[in-house]
């Protein structure tokens, strides 16, 4: 069911979530639903079964989303708190404060990432108790993280680096020099896959696998216009083009292509579990559902305006849009 408030109750929410009294909210009980957060609206859409069950109202536009121990952690660029939402007893609360503008959320070995992308600043968070930890000056809007055991690599699309972030003390080790505006990252054996925007000027249409030993790039490959999304699973790479469109699948050890599919415009966010791909366009309003084997859309969702971060109910421990 839908859970709608006005101008005036949208204040008054505000108030009751600073006193941490929480929010109610109601959606119909199911298995691994799909919760997709808007940049467009205030609005965080439940979807099961292949359709929409819910809209529920938020009191901020959450920009990125991840699951840690059962509750939905959300951020809002605007909001200096962080806030949780129960899945169990579908409450909304806020967790503690972690400083506005937050831009990105990766979640690893029971710790948080945040991005400020504003402030060139990563911080590391503890939810329970709720800490801000320590903190990594990057370089210039930092965007896409990886968590690969005790390092954190992150891309910084105006500072055009890669760097690599010890997660235990946040100190930057390394800073690789690999395209223009960096966007999108997966770890390999022996490397990173890397996309992004490319320098401007020329919009960079391919993937760049780069070798932390050699300190180079070995690799290009072709995948289509600003490649700014990659998701690692099931033996495979799935590119995301937001500027053609498409997404496409790639062999995880080989990077040869093994598929293309057209989704809806401005693809900028993916979930990868149980052999399907949730894909969500931004400016077509809709989530496209993929089969990973066969690589064929199975299905799209309608939704509200300008769907962007999306998170599964039984994901944990994991950055899924990265």
């Known amino acids: 069911m839908k859970h709608k408030i006005g101008a005036l109750g949208a204040a008054a929410l505000m108030l009751l979530l600073g006193a941490c009294s929480g929010e109610s909210y109601e959606w119909p009980e199911g298995e691994n639903q799909l919760f997709v957060s808007h940049i467009k609206e205030p609005v965080l859409t439940v979807i099961g079964n292949g359709e929409v069950q819910a809209e529920l109202e938020l009191p901020f536009i959450a920009l990125d989303m991840v699951m840690a121990d059962g509750r939905l952690v959300l951020a809002s660029k605007e909001e200096d708190e962080l806030y949780a939402l ?18 990105k959320l990766a979640y690893a070995g029971g710790k948080l990432y945040a991005a400020y992308a504003d402030a060139n600043r990563i ?3 503890a939810l329970a108790p709720f800490a801000v930890e320590e903190t990594a000056e990057t370089g210039s809007h930092p965007h896409s993280m990886a968590v690969d055991g005790t390092t954190l690599y992150v891309t910084n699309v105006y500072g055009h680096t890669v760097q690599a972030i010890d997660t ?12 223009g505006r960096p966007n999108g990252i997966a770890v390999i054996d022996g490397g990173i896959v890397v996309g992004g925007h490319g ?6 249409d391919s993937v760049y696998r780069y070798s932390l030993d050699e300190e180079k790039t070995v690799q290009t490959v072709k995948t289509g216009l600003m490649p700014v999304e990659i998701i690692a699973g099931g033996g495979n790479l799935f590119v995301l083009n937001h500027g053609s469109h498409d997404v496409v699948k790639l062999d995880g050890q080989t990077l040869e292509p093994e598929g293309k599919v057209a989704v809806g415009d401005n693809p900028y966010y993916a979930v990868l579990s149980g052999g ?5 366009s931004m400016d077509a309003d809709v989530v496209t559902e993929i089969d990973a084997e066969s690589f064929t859309v199975t299905k799209e969702i309608p939704t509200a305006s300008g769907p962007h971060a999306m998170v599964l109910e ?9």
């Open 276 to 280: 399907k791909l949730y894909v969500s």
């Open 123 to 125: 911080s590391r968070i």
């Open 199 to 204: 320098p401007y000027g020329t919009l960079n």
């Open 86 to 103: 129960d899945l169990e007893t579908q409450k909304l609360k806020p967790l503690g404060k972690a400083g506005e503008g937050i831009t």
């Open 168 to 179: 235990e003390t946040m100190a930057v080790e390394e800073s690789h020099d690999i395209i």
């Open 314 to 322: 039984e994901e944990d421990d994991e950055n899924p849009g990265d």
